[in-house]
């Protein structure tokens, strides 16, 4: 994976290790935000949301909701070691795609508070 010297060139680089530390606060933050509004129950709840097809909301069981938290474990993963694998690389390259990793997270962390209160507001 990472050897020794590897680690101390993406510890030496306080830009990166603050982008890191970005990514892993913004991937706790939508697993929080996924779990804490968790409601189990047998109701139909509303998972997907599009203009094409017969109906524009789209209904299925509440563990479907389950696949948001994992998405921000597996993104701030996936993401911390590439973006430390590009940082022995290219360091413009390394700060770009944490820059787009948060993004992609703060956009998550939209996108789940906004089913989560149309899902609240549906029950």
């Known amino acids: 994976m990472l050897d020794k010297q590897s680690l101390q060139v993406i510890i030496k680089d306080r830009t990166l290790v603050l982008w890191l530390l970005l ?61 430390a694998k590009l940082a022995i690389k290219s360091r413009q390259l390394a700060l770009g795609f944490a820059v787009a990793t948060s993004v992609v997270l703060i956009f998550g962390i939209i996108v789940t508070a906004a089913l989560f209160n149309l899902i609240s507001s549906s029950l």
């Open 23 to 83: 990514i892993a606060v913004l991937g706790i933050v939508l697993a929080g935000v996924a779990i804490a509004r968790f409601h189990v129950s047998d109701v139909q709840l509303p998972v997907r949301y599009s203009d094409y097809g017969p109906s524009n909301t789209y209904r299925d069981k509440w563990y479907y909701l389950l696949s948001f938290p994992l998405f921000a474990v597996f993104v701030v993963v996936f993401h911390f070691l590439l973006t």
